[in-house]
């Protein structure tokens, strides 16, 4: 499958150009709104470099097209790329609002191209080390999910400029995973958000969410992230999953499982990065080729980004329970942990 990238900047050129080299995907041709961007990463690749996405889709080498561009001018640039017809993995989220990423998808189901969404976080190593003990049966039934983050992204830059950037593109991940965790999408949520004190991103940077689901079968599920910490030394990350039968928590690079007195570690090959994203491209190319499922579909994404968007307003009612959209979606089948395991 030759892939055709479109966007080289923070994300593209690096983490997408680290999982093709990683995963041994050829890579045609690139293009980006910066000349010598493109030529940066195209020199890495061995690619050719086109001035405008239309033409890098069309070409007759490219069989998929992979969309880095920034979310603000994505819809777009994605409504061009249906019209040429070829399978399109978008980066998350498919846009800032729910609307118009629910327009995408029905654009793209009505012009029959195949639309996944680069929801990465997935397939990173420690991630499918949890979703392979759940499915092991080991855990038991899931009872709670918490996710913890601290991170540092206090920045002035376009991404952390929009009011949202903490629950619709960085937290996007994190709200996926619980989905994906639960087995069910929240039914209505609760956030606040917060500010470091003289912090120079527009974006708040901290936040804590609490969820609620119709069934009553879901676990119970909180997170929090503080995006404002000094440094690396004070990073921290932690997705714990409570089974009846055992405990585990995961950080960035081991899963530590609890049973009674005894506790055991895995730790995984790999980083989220470039893991994650080899992950995400190589499942799409898998399920073009009649091999498996496609758990990340354009369908799917909606309803984490609805959640997502859910979050940001509650936060602007300081915590008034919000309802998450359910329907108007179209018909998605909820992606199962297996899904992922290839």
């Known amino acids: 499958m030759r892939v055709g990238l479109v966007g080289c900047g923070r994300i593209g050129g690096s983490a997408h150009v680290a999982a093709y080299l990683q995963a041994g995907v050829r890579v045609t041709a690139v293009c980006d709104y910066y000349d010598e961007r493109a030529k940066r990463v195209a020199s890495r690749l061995g690619a050719a470099v086109e001035k405008d996405a239309v033409r890098l889709a069309a070409r007759e080498d490219v069989d998929l097209v992979d969309v880095a561009t920034p979310p603000g001018t994505r819809a777009e640039l994605l409504s061009a790329l249906f019209e040429v017809g070829k399978p399109v993995l978008a980066q998350k989220p498919l846009a800032y609002d729910l609307a118009t990423a629910q327009r995408i998808v ?77 087995q069910e999408t929240p039914s209505a949520v609760s956030a606040v958000s917060g500010r470091r004190p003289g912090q120079v991103a527009a974006s708040p940077l901290l936040y804590s969410v609490n969820t609620r689901f119709s069934s009553g079968t879901a676990p119970h599920v909180a997170m929090t992230f503080v995006n404002s910490v000094p440094g690396p030394s004070a990073y921290d990350y932690r997705l714990v999953v409570d089974g009846t039968r055992q405990s585990a928590v995961a950080s960035l690079a081991a899963v530590d499982v609890y049973s009674g007195g005894q506790e055991k570690r895995v730790v995984p090959e790999g980083e989220w990065v470039p893991d994650g994203f080899t992950g995400a491209l190589v499942s799409f190319v898998r399920h073009l080729r009649g091999e498996g499922p496609l758990p990340h579909s354009g369908r799917d994404h909606l309803r984490t980004l609805a959640v997502a968007a859910a979050a940001a307003k509650s936060a602007s009612l300081d915590g008034e329970w919000v309802d998450v959209v359910q329907e108007g979606f179209g018909e998605a089948r909820h992606p199962t942990l297996a899904d992922h395991l290839f």
């Open 106 to 182: 029905d654009e793209a189901a009505s012009k029959g191209v195949p639309l996944a969404v680069n929801q990465n976080a997935r397939w990173a190593p420690t991630h499918l080390a949890l979703f392979r003990w759940i499915e092991s049966g080991d855990a038991g039934a899931v009872y709670a999910v918490h996710h913890h983050n601290r991170y540092r992204e206090d920045v002035d830059t376009w991404y952390t400029r929009h009011p949202d950037y903490l629950f619709l593109d960085h937290g996007i991940h994190y709200f996926d995973l619980v989905r994906l965790l639960a």
